[in-house]
């Protein structure tokens, strides 16, 4: 089901939201690891050579777990994280969409992701796993992985079409999460 409604989605965020323990990063995993395209990436034989891209008429598919280890909470890792995986799909050089300034970065997203939706046949996508976004939000400080995300502002680029951010993160028993207050867009 939750497939299904990626693939017919006009928004570019689809939300999973559950107690802990529902079992969220088993179903954003099993998706991961069903459709997605990591195994199917032709790596080069050399590091000077890049990987073929993939064929036009798949799906393209990143994933970010977010934990508070290994840097794997801050957004601008996670930004990284999702452009290097579209990089390797698409044959492009990460190094030329890689920024540590996290604006600049969230820029970088942007221009890879034209890239990307430039080389697929129209009816293909874009999906972005991001598990555990709770995860993603520091105790103190403004930066965080869900603010680090494409919104709808007034200011911000525009998601291409056919791009969908799956997201997962928790809620207690009245719906509720930590991440609620991040994610209005």
Same mark, same amino acid.
């Given at each position: 089901?939750?497939?299904?409604?990626?693939?017919?989605?006009?928004?570019?965020? #689809? @939300? %999973?939201?559950?107690?802990?323990?529902?079992?969220?990063?088993?179903? +954003?995993?099993?998706?991961? $690891? =069903?459709? $997605?395209?990591?195994? !199917?990436?032709?790596?080069?034989?050399?590091?000077?050579?890049?990987?073929?891209?993939?064929?036009? !008429? /798949?799906?393209?598919?990143?994933?970010?777990?977010?934990?508070?280890? @290994?840097?794997?909470d801050a957004p601008? +890792?996670?930004?990284?994280?999702?452009?290097?995986?579209?990089?390797?799909?698409?044959? #492009? =050089?990460r190094n030329d969409?890689?920024?540590?300034?996290?604006?600049?970065? /969230?820029?970088?997203?942007?221009?890879? %992701?034209?890239?990307?939706?430039?080389?697929?046949?129209?009816?293909?996508? +874009?999906?972005?796993?991001?598990?555990?976004?709770?995860?993603?939000?520091?105790?103190?400080g403004n930066k965080?992985?869900?603010?680090?995300?494409?919104? @709808?502002?007034?200011?911000?680029?525009?998601?291409?079409?056919?791009? +969908?951010? #799956?997201?997962?993160? /928790?809620?207690?028993?009245? $719906?509720?999460?930590?991440?609620?207050?991040?994610?209005?867009?």
């Amino acid at each position: 089901e939750i497939h299904q409604k990626l693939q017919l989605t006009e928004s570019p965020y #689809l @939300e %999973l939201r559950a107690l802990a323990g529902m079992g969220k990063t088993a179903i +954003v995993a099993e998706l991961y $690891g =069903k459709y $997605g395209t990591r195994d !199917d990436i032709p790596w080069p034989l050399n590091e000077k050579q890049l990987p073929e891209s993939l064929p036009p !008429d /798949r799906d393209r598919w990143a994933f970010h777990f977010c934990m508070n280890r @290994e840097g794997h909470d801050a957004p601008i +890792v996670a930004l990284q994280s999702i452009v290097a995986q579209l990089c390797d799909g698409a044959a #492009l =050089k990460r190094n030329d969409y890689f920024s540590n300034d996290l604006q600049t970065q /969230r820029q970088k997203l942007f221009d890879c %992701l034209d890239k990307v939706k430039e080389q697929l046949n129209p009816d293909k996508r +874009v999906y972005i796993c991001i598990d555990a976004l709770d995860e993603g939000i520091p105790s103190s400080g403004n930066k965080s992985v869900p603010r680090a995300l494409p919104g @709808e502002g007034e200011d911000e680029p525009v998601i291409p079409k056919g791009v +969908v951010f #799956l997201v997962s993160h /928790r809620v207690d028993e009245k $719906g509720h999460g930590r991440a609620d207050e991040y994610i209005d867009h």
